[in-house]
């Protein structure tokens, strides 16, 4: 007899594992971006330029998301950067990144995007002498 209410504890555990399992949903994580249009003096978008998202201070604490990142401008002047593998849902809030624009020796612009979590963030930044 005990064997038997055994079994039955034991099935009554593995189905309520598989009801918990199969019918709770599952938050989908969106994705987290930013984007930086960058511009020249006119306004007009500046493609092939090189657009640099980094931390500020440089130092960080132990087990901290480092983010230092490098692409160019595309024709229309975006630069887009895909931060949805660096964090986790239900974290509050993401980071804080200098922005840095170069082209060339003679151009450069600056600024700072606040990137939170499952948005796309935009940001522009001139281009100047």
């Not at 130092?59 to 964090?87: K, N, P, Q, R, W």
């Not at 849902?89 to 922005?99: N, R, W």
């Amino acid at each position: 007899m005990n064997k038997l209410f055994a079994k039955i504890g034991v099935g009554v555990m593995v189905l309520s594992i598989f009801g918990v399992t199969t019918f709770t949903s599952c938050k989908k994580e969106a994705p987290t971006i930013a984007k930086i249009r960058v511009v020249d003096t006119s306004g007009a978008p500046f493609g092939g330029a090189m657009v640099r998202l980094y931390p500020t201070p440089s130092i960080v604490e132990h087990g901290a998301i480092i983010i230092d990142d490098t692409l160019m401008s595309d024709a229309d002047g975006i630069a887009t950067f895909d931060y949805t593998d660096h964090f986790n849902l239900g974290q509050a809030g993401f980071t804080v990144l200098d922005i840095e624009v170069r082209s060339g020796d003679s151009l450069y612009g600056q600024g700072i995007i606040k990137i939170e979590e499952e948005k796309v963030n935009e940001e522009t930044v001139i281009l100047q002498p």
